[in-house]
């Protein structure tokens, strides 16, 4: 829920539901998953977000060796497992491309499929190698690096957002340069690589060569609050400045006027399927706290919202799934910002609320 990552991986078949509705809102969003099945895999929303059905090999027919095809996640090759594979892949869609097969019974092994903006990796076989360990480990390295995508700027709500700050020497003499970032008051901003001077401010010394360039990068959330806010980044050579930018962020709504906003939408416009998620919406709109069980359920009901839009065939309801999709984000991420810093008496009050 932290809101940095867009990549997901899970291990393991058994997903609670609101879990398995989450992921797939957010694969569709355009975040990736590399999905590692265990077991039979039964569930719909699984199979929608894979293109795959998880079944058990028959006895007879597994194998040790696998073949790793070659195409869009790397050049392929032999590799040979520790145990027999005991599941395989049911192909279910023809826009699912398999990527690794047993080498006899040519049964999939793994499989790719794109789902909305994201990319899904379905892998069925025990991570245990006896040979082709390595090309394995590329292969899902690949997968990394071709899901990964930017996907946190397309929405207006979460505001949590990747900073890049380049700084190149362009004079005729190695250089130190001082680079300052001013942010907001009411804003944050962490993950600084690398990471800044210490004491006040937000600084560092960049030392450059001729024609030398390097990257500072950090993530700046904002706060849910309408306004706006400038980000200024200022470089100076000793005591002279030599450069500075402004970076301006307008924030129009917040996000229960978002929830309003979408529930008229749909009252007016919907049809029967995406007015069930009125319901839901209702909820989130009736609830005036802000704390930590709030926001869980919050999101909770974000999920079910978007899930039952997205189920509409009607044309407005592509722009409203993807409007609660930025709704589910950002009551994600205001809740691990609210139970980030809770101590073990609090994180144990709070589930047995939860509970309640």
Request: glycine letters at 8%; one cysteine or more; proline letters at 3%.
């Amino acid at each position: 829920q932290k809101g940095e990552n867009n990549i997901n991986i899970v291990f393991g078949s058994l997903l609670a539901p609101y879990l398995q509705k989450e992921l797939k809102e957010r694969v569709s969003r355009g975040e990736g998953l590399i999905y590692i099945a265990d077991s039979i895999l039964a569930d719909t929303y699984m199979q929608e977000l894979s293109g795959v059905k998880v079944r058990s090999l028959p006895a007879v027919q597994r194998e040790k060796n696998i073949t790793l095809l070659p195409g869009l996640l790397g050049s392929g090759g032999s590799a040979v497992l520790l145990a027999n594979c005991k599941l395989m892949l049911e192909v279910l869609t023809a826009d699912t491309q398999v990527v690794g097969e047993t080498k006899i019974g040519k049964k999939p092994l793994l499989a790719y499929h794109e789902y909305g903006r994201g990319k899904v990796l379905t892998i069925c076989v025990p991570l245990e190698w006896s040979l082709g360990g390595d090309m394995f480990a590329r292969m899902v390295l690949n997968a990394v690096n071709l899901f990964n995508q930017e996907v946190f700027s397309r929405s207006d709500l979460a505001r949590v957002m990747p900073m890049e700050l380049r700084i190149k020497n362009n004079t005729s003499a190695d250089k130190v340069f001082r680079v300052q970032e001013i942010i907001p008051q009411t804003a944050t901003a962490y993950g600084f690589n690398p990471q800044p001077l210490s004491g006040e401010g937000i600084k560092w010394d960049v030392n450059l060569k001729v024609n030398e360039e390097k990257v500072i990068s950090y993530w700046l959330q904002l706060p849910d609050a309408i306004g706006t806010f400038d980000i200024k980044s200022e470089i100076y050579n000793g005591a002279q400045k030599v450069d500075q930018a402004l970076l301006t962020f307008e924030v129009v709504q917040k996000v229960t006027d978002r929830v309003v906003e979408i529930i008229t939408e749909i009252n007016v416009n919907g049809d029967t399927q995406a007015k069930k998620a009125i319901a839901p919406l209702n909820r989130i709109r009736n609830r005036g706290k802000d704390d930590a069980l709030t926001l869980l359920l919050n999101l909770d009901d974000a999920i079910q919202a978007t899930d039952l839009v997205g189920k509409s065939t009607i044309e407005a309801a592509v722009l409203w799934r993807q409007q609660l999709q930025n709704v589910m984000m950002a009551y994600a991420r205001n809740l691990y910002d609210k139970i980030k810093n809770l101590g073990p008496f609090e994180l144990s009050a709070f589930g047995s609320r939860f509970q309640e």
